[in-house]
């Protein structure tokens, strides 16, 4: 399958405790977008397919020309909404009680749904930003409503330019209660949108962020699919605890390669599916960090490919695990 990757991995990688970045060099004032995209393609070449940006602070009608003559012969694959990066939406964007603030918001995301199809490119609608920090701040029933009707909006610009929006989850940051936190939530709020009649609407799976809530990636992926909402992945690794987003493979091995198994299963990648990669090296060379993820992406893949999957499957209808791990380790060379 194709393959995307976000360009913040190219970033100055801040963190609260160094607002300035581990990697200073690479701040946005210091290099343009444009220049960061010129270094992943010069180091990268034909691994990335294409990359994804936030709109409007990575991707914007002010420097699109530059992007795309870096760019190449490489596509934008996604445009991400960004109201988490704007300090006017500290208390929400699409569920900001103040109504003026809301309706900012609200434009500022079909803005980015008119750019992103206008490219022929996806809008990926992550709302980490939509929550709440304390209990008894937050009118509940008013934010859902507020949130579900901000994103039907630019589902509907979508599919008018014939582009699909990717709803993302995640349990907390910036928002220490996210609104839309799990995989159930996100499949509730797809669901009311396909009610209204916008299919173009389906699930980015950020691994990370299913790892943080303990969700299993494969049962996931295989759950999406079964009902046409398999729509993006982003693939990354870490702890389980914070969204690390370390390369792909370094740690959730086995569950990884469960979800190369069952995105194999799923044909994933023949409809123009992507691998996407959204990597955050604190400290690592950009470069290498995204190069070994591909490369151990393509080595767990090459694992899954060599199971048995007749007798797995077979296995499986009996839940024995027992023979499911003769195979899994036969794979590997036991």
Request: aromatic share 10%.
């Amino acid at each position: 399958m194709k393959t995307s990757l976000g360009i913040w991995a190219f970033g100055p990688m801040i963190t609260r405790f160094v607002p300035g970045g581990y990697q200073p060099a690479h701040a946005y004032d210091a290099e343009p977008v444009a220049e960061k995209v010129h270094r992943a393609v010069e180091g990268l070449g034909d691994l990335i397919d294409g990359y994804e940006f936030h709109y409007p602070l990575e991707l914007s009608h002010e420097n699109i020309s530059d992007v795309q003559e870096a760019l190449g012969d490489h596509d934008i694959y996604c445009v991400a909404t960004g109201l988490h990066l704007d300090p006017r939406f500290g208390r929400g964007g699409l569920v900001n009680p103040d109504e003026h603030v809301r309706a900012e918001a609200r434009r500022i995301v079909c803005e980015g749904a008119e750019f992103a199809g206008g490219l022929g490119a996806n809008l990926i609608v992550w709302p980490g930003i939509e929550g709440y920090n304390y209990p008894f701040q937050t009118p509940y029933v008013d934010s859902w409503h507020w949130l579900i009707e901000g994103i039907g909006e630019a589902a509907e610009v979508c599919k008018r330019h014939g582009v699909k929006l990717f709803l993302e989850h995640k349990n907390s940051e910036p928002a220490m209660k996210i609104l839309m936190r799990n995989m159930g939530m996100t499949i509730y709020v797809a669901n009311k949108l396909r009610a209204e009649g916008l299919d173009n609407v389906q699930i980015n799976m950020d691994w990370q962020h299913l790892l943080m809530n303990d969700e299993h990636l494969p049962e996931y992926a295989a759950l999406l699919h079964s009902e046409g909402l398999l729509g993006h992945q982003h693939g990354n690794s870490g702890w389980g605890t914070f969204d690390d987003d370390n390369m792909l493979g370094a740690t959730a091995f086995m569950e990884t390669i469960e979800l190369a198994l069952e995105l194999r299963r799923c044909g994933y990648g023949e409809n123009g599916e992507r691998l996407g990669l959204d990597l955050y090296p604190y400290t690592e060379d950009q470069i290498g960090a995204v190069k070994r993820s591909v490369i151990q992406w393509n080595f767990i893949d090459s694992i899954a490919a060599k199971i048995d999957d007749t007798a797995l499957a077979e296995a499986q209808t009996r839940k024995d695990a027992v023979t499911a791990y003769e195979l899994v380790y036969a794979a590997l060379g036991a």
